[in-house]
């Protein structure tokens, strides 16, 4: 791997992880289209945890405050807002878990189809858009309803695909569960730190058992700068996009899934017509 795909990966993995455009779709089409080699395991393990760092650094307070909360809650019975939230954060992490062990070997196949992954962005964009014409919430995350923080993780399942995104997803689902759009995407990264830490733990698991057909490590200095990369990225992909959703909607976002997706498809559909 050489260096300026090792920065472009965690480039990738930084942005789109963290803004509502599927990093799964973007890795996937941009290497099918450049005809990249898929990365090796220890290096996707590293740009997860890349980016996993950067949510936990950003939400630090935030974090502590729940970790604080989840145990002093069970004296108190939850009667503070972070022992309530700590607690819906537990909620709403549960069904990612669940169904992304239960239907690991059956989404695997559908990171090798690229026109796949286009069509799926195509409905991000749309589930961006639609989200945003609406009625808009006035809630917090604090006092939202553990049946709705359990649908908002229900959500989170369509990031194991390809094309959807778990962040635009979550975040469209906070907002229809009555959250202000700021509310949403902050219960949304809150959800992402153990979703990003599960799916390390995921791919890592596969390292240590010796996945049949894994690719080879890539150098120990392109594991490192994709991981920095991806590290750096996500920590100014989350500055950002708080502050951007705290007064615009999602719809550039969706303009751009259908862009790129719509893009993407004319490109594959066009190869496969001139390598017939």
């Known amino acids: 791997m050489s260096i300026v795909q090792a920065i472009a990966l965690g480039l990738i993995q930084g942005v ?11 890795t996937l089409l941009i290497s099918a289209l450049l005809g990249w080699t898929p990365p090796s395991l220890p290096f996707v393990v590293m740009l997860h945890f890349g980016t996993f760092l950067a949510v936990l650094v950003y939400f630090a307070r935030d974090f502590w405050q729940l970790v604080v909360g989840f145990f002093t809650g069970f004296v108190q019975r939850f009667a503070h807002p972070y022992q309530r939230l700590a607690l819906l954060i537990v909620t709403g992490s ?45 809630g917090v995350a604090e006092r939202l309803p553990f049946w709705r923080a359990f649908w908002v993780g229900v959500s989170q399942v369509a990031g194991l695909v390809p094309g959807g995104s778990r962040s635009g997803f979550s975040i469209a689902a906070g907002m229809l569960a009555g959250l202000t759009r700021e509310q949403a995407a902050r219960f949304s990264f809150l959800l992402a730190g153990p979703a990003i830490l599960g799916a390390t733990i995921f791919e890592l698991r ?47 976002f969706a303009v751009y899934c259908w862009v790129f997706g719509l893009a993407m498809i004319g490109v594959f559909l066009l190869r496969a017509h001139h390598g017939a």
């Open 94 to 138: 549960i069904p990612l878990a669940i169904l992304g062990w239960l239907l690991e070997k059956r989404l695997e196949p559908l990171f090798g189809k690229p026109l796949f992954a286009a069509v799926c962005l195509l409905v991000t964009g749309l589930v961006l858009f639609a989200v945003e014409r609406l009625p808009q919430g006035s």
């Open 206 to 252: 596969k390292i240590v058992h010796h996945t049949p057909g894994a690719a080879a490590a890539e150098p120990t200095q392109s594991i490192a700068i994709g991981f920095i990369v991806a590290f750096v990225s996500g920590l100014i992909a989350i500055r950002f996009f708080m502050r951007f959703v705290d007064q615009h909607r999602l719809t550039p």
């Open 16 to 26: 789109a992880e963290l803004f509502p455009i599927s990093s799964a779709a973007h």
